[in-house]
């Protein structure tokens, strides 16, 4: 198969209207193109609608206007059985409070998506090894969530993100409940996958420090793009 060309994500005119009392536009007529192997950073205060847009992004919800795009594949064509397919396949998600199944050990729970979309157990195993032994917790494997600490549970919830080879990471302030040092390191990780398995990332983060791993820093503000800027700090 050849490999695909043109944005791997895109959006167009996205809006999302809440009615809730006078009204309330989240987002507001906002467009976003993202190449493969991009590394964006999504910057602006509670309520600028970073989290709102991820959620698009990710298919989890639904915009009031607008389309989305992964890979030539509208959203708005997609049945939510053809959604829930791609968001196991072609999509990641890493939370800020992780997500893990409590049931499960790290090994499982890095492992639950591959077994849903169909890998063998050789190549569960064998990539779970290998992202376990990446972000630096082999020795944690079979622990449960409840056994590791914050960061570990983040590494965790990274390493299931990546398990499937998703072509668009996407994270919802990855890092807001761990300390700086941790921080750092998890922004390291999305680096060292970024350029190591050429994978897309669409970070939202508080952290102006965040930005030097950025080939694209978009500031949001009121549910609209504020301003664009390349790796260069230059206006785009």
């Keep these: 198969m050849s490999e695909w060309v ?35 950073v999504l910057m602006g205060p509670s309520g600028s609608g970073k989290s709102t847009l991820l959620n698009i992004l990710g298919g989890i919800d639904r915009p009031s ?18 959604l829930a397919i791609m968001r196991r396949t072609e999509i990641g998600m890493v939370f800020q409070f992780f997500n893990l199944l409590p049931e499960l050990t790290a090994v499982e729970n890095i492992g639950f998506p591959m077994r849903l979309a169909g890998y063998t157990d050789k190549e569960v195993s064998e990539r779970v090894s ?19 600490s914050g ?16 072509s668009v990471i996407l994270a919802d302030e990855p890092t807001g409940n761990l300390d700086s040092a941790r921080s750092r390191e998890i922004m390291e990780l999305f680096s060292k ?4 398995e050429d994978q897309t990332f ?3 983060t508080h952290e102006p420090s965040f930005l030097e ?12 793009i504020e301003e664009r800027r390349d790796k260069y700090g230059r206006l785009i």
Aim: some cysteine.
């Design 6 to 40: 043109g944005p791997v994500i895109s959006c167009h005119e996205i809006s999302k209207f809440y009615a809730v009392g006078d009204g309330l536009f989240a987002l507001r007529d906002v467009d976003l193109e993202v190449e493969k192997g991009q590394f964006v």
């Design 65 to 82: 206007h607008g389309e989305v795009i992964l890979k030539g594949r509208k959203f708005s064509r997609l049945s939510e059985d053809d």
């Design 130 to 148: 290998f992202l376990l032994e990446a972000v630096g917790i082999e020795d944690r494997q079979n622990h449960y969530p409840s056994e590791l």
């Design 151 to 166: 960061g570990e549970q983040q590494r965790v919830a990274i390493c299931r993100a990546l398990a499937t080879k998703p």
């Design 193 to 196: 996958f970024n350029k190591e």
């Design 202 to 204: 669409i970070v939202a």
């Design 213 to 224: 791993y950025a080939d694209i820093a978009v500031k949001l503000r009121d549910g609209e």
